[in-house]
C-alpha cells in the first residue's frame, strides 16, 4: 500500500485537522471531531445533515457551509459514522428549524441515522438517496445504492433550506430530486482502504467493472475495458431507461479519484452525445471529483432532471470546500 | 494502458470539446482547437496567455476566464503547443493592451512562445516560472522547472490585469511572484501518456520519487516511501531553505491526480505545522488538484510569500473552470 499518510489508525484524524484548518473560515471541526460543521449558522433554518464513510471527498465534509449542509458526521473509511456523531451534531446545528437527514442507502449508514433520530430531542425527517441504476440490491445495502446522485439532492435541498423553505418541504423535496437522479459507475482500478492495506478487488490488465458501486461493489458485470463512447453509451442507455422521462437535465460526470480530469471531459464529451440522442437536453453540467472512492480509477455519470425550481435552487448560492459558486 | 478514451490519438480534441461544452458559459474554443478564451473580453485590457502541454489539467486551460487568463493554448499532452496557436490566440485576445505570456521553464514551452512572441503583431512581454527547487536543471529545462507555483503567478497577475495594471507592471508583478514562490514534489507512482501506452517511469512497491517533476522527471533521489510526517519536513526545508525570506505565506497543497483528497489534507496538516517551524504564518490555503501529471499518485507543497497586494489580488474574485470564488 503506497500512500500519503503517517499510520492507518490516524489517516481520519490528521486529513480532519487538515481539512479543518485548510478551511477555517467556512466550517469547524466539532468535539472529539464527531462531525463538520458550519462556522456560522442561521437561527431558525432547518438543518441538513449528511454524513457517512470517509473515502469519498469531497462528499460529505466538503459540502458543509452556505447554499449546503449545516454538518457532516464522518465514519471511519467506508464505515457509517455512529449515532452519537449525529446526535452530537443535532445539539449544535438545530437551531430551532428542526433537522434533515440525508443518507445513502446503506444498512449501516440508515441503522445509525435512524437511531440518531430516535434518541434526539430535535424534530429529524430523512431522505435516503438511492440513485445507482447498476443493481437493486449490493453488499451493503437492501435496494439500489446512494452513490453520486446524493450531492445534488445536498445541494438542491440545501440551497431551498437556505431560502427558508421549512423542514416538512425540504423532505418532499429531497424526495423528489433522489426520484428524478440516476447515477451508473465503472471501475477501471480497485481502491485500497488503508486499514485493510490492499486493493478491495482487482481487474485483470484489460477488464473493468461496469456498474461498480462506491466502495468498490460488484456491478453488472466484468467485461474487456471498452472505448469510451461505447462505455457512455451504456451507461447512459441504462440510466434513461429508468428514468423515463425526459427534458432538461444536469449531467454530472463524477471522477472516482484516480482519473485525469482531460478523460472526465472526453467522457462528458461521449455522455452528452449519448444523453441528447435520448431525448435529454443537457441544460447544466457539472465535470470532477465529487463523490469519489478513495484512488479508484473511473467514473460515474448522473442525469437529474431539472424543472424551473430545482434549476434555480442549483444555480444558488454555494460556498463550501468542495463546490463554490455566486459569492 | 488503462483509460477512459477512444483512441491515443484523439483524446486532446475529444477533452478539449468536452471541456468548452461543459463551460460554455465562461469560454470558448478557438478555431482548429488552437486555444481557449475567455467569452467575454474586456477592451483595452493587457491579455494573459498561457498554456503548454496538456495533461496537467485543470492547468492552463482550466484557469481561463475572468480574474486570470484570457486564452490558454493546449499542446498535446506533455508537449508545447506551436507558435501559430499563440499568434491565433494573440489576434483574438489582444484588445489593444498588449499581452503578456505567462511560460512555465520547460525548453520547448520557452522556444514556442519566443516565437510567437516575434512574429506577432502585438506588444508582448514574457513571465518564466520555474518555482520547482527540487533540481537545477531537469530533462526537459535548463534552469529550474515551472510547477504548481505557476497558478498562483496567474492567479495573482490576472487579478491585477482585472483590475487595471498595465502590461509592463503585471511583467513586473509576475516576476516578483515567482521569486517569492517554491515548490517540491513528490512521486508514488507514474503516469501513463496516452501515445506511449506505457508508464513513464517506474518504482518498486515501496519506493518513492522525491522531486519529481510535473511530466515524471527525475527528482533529488529515489528512496523508501516515508511517513506523511517525514515527507512534508523534507519537502517545507527544502522550500524554506531556499526561499530564505520569512513571512506571511500562501500554502498550496497539489495533488499530481492520482492521490485522494483524504491524503491531501492529511499532507496540509503535516506541511502546516512544518512550514510554522520555520517561521511562516500559513494565512492562505489551497488544498486539491490543480497543476497535476494525468494519474500519478503523489502531490508537491508551494509556499508562495505574501504582502498585502498579492494577498489582495489572491482573495480577489476568479471564475474559471478551475478556479472560482467571489462571484
Request: glycine share 12%; aromatic share 6%.
Amino acid at each position: 500500500m503506497k500512500k500519503l499518510i503517517n499510520s492507518p489508525e490516524t489517516v481520519l484524524a490528521e486529513s480532519l485537522d487538515g481539512f479543518a484548518a485548510a478551511h477555517a473560515d467556512i466550517l469547524v471541526l466539532g468535539e472529539e471531531r464527531k462531525f463538520v460543521r458550519r462556522k456560522t449558522l442561521k437561527p431558525g433554518k432547518a438543518a441538513l445533515i449528511s454524513g457517512g464513510g470517509s473515502g469519498h471527498e469531497p462528499l460529505h465534509a466538503g459540502f458543509v457551509g452556505f447554499g449546503m449542509l449545516d454538518a457532516a458526521c464522518p465514519g471511519q473509511v467506508f464505515t457509517s459514522p455512529t449515532p452519537d456523531q449525529m446526535i452530537a451534531a443535532l445539539a449544535e446545528v438545530d437551531t430551532g428549524g428542526g433537522a434533515l437527514f440525508i443518507v445513502k442507502n446503506y444498512e449501516g449508514d440508515r441503522m445509525n441515522f435512524d437511531m440518531a433520530a430516535e434518541l434526539a430531542g430535535s424534530e429529524v425527517l430523512t431522505v435516503i438517496t438511492d440513485d445507482d441504476v447498476a443493481v437493486e440490491t449490493s453488499t451493503y445495502s437492501i435496494g439500489r445504492r446512494g452513490v453520486a446522485g446524493t450531492m445534488i439532492v445536498e445541494k438542491v435541498v440545501g440551497a431551498a433550506a437556505e431560502a427558508g423553505m421549512p423542514l416538512a418541504d425540504l423532505k418532499v423535496l429531497g424526495d423528489r430530486v433522489n426520484a428524478r437522479t440516476r447515477s451508473m459507475g465503472v471501475a477501471l482500478s480497485s481502491c485500497t482502504v488503508p486499514a485493510a492495506g490492499t486493493p478491495t478487488f482487482t481487474l485483470g490488465e484489460n477488464e473493468m467493472e461496469m456498474g461498480v458501486g462506491i466502495h468498490g461493489e460488484p456491478g453488472r458485470r466484468r467485461v474487456a475495458l471498452e472505448p469510451a463512447g461505447q462505455i457512455a453509451e451504456e451507461m447512459i442507455a441504462a440510466i434513461a431507461g429508468d428514468l423515463g422521462a425526459r427534458g432538461d437535465a444536469l449531467l454530472l460526470v463524477n471522477g472516482f479519484g484516480g482519473t485525469p480530469l482531460m478523460e472526465l471531459y472526453l467522457m462528458f464529451n461521449a455522455a452528452k452525445a449519448e444523453a441528447e440522442k435520448h431525448g435529454y437536453r443537457v441544460a447544466r453540467a457539472l465535470v470532477g471529483n465529487y463523490v469519489t472512492s478513495l484512488e479508484m480509477a473511473g467514473c460515474s455519470l448522473t442525469l437529474s432532471l431539472l424543472d424551473d425550481e430545482t434549476a434555480g435552487f442549483w444555480d444558488a448560492p454555494v460556498h463550501t470546500a468542495g463546490l463554490r459558486w455566486g459569492m
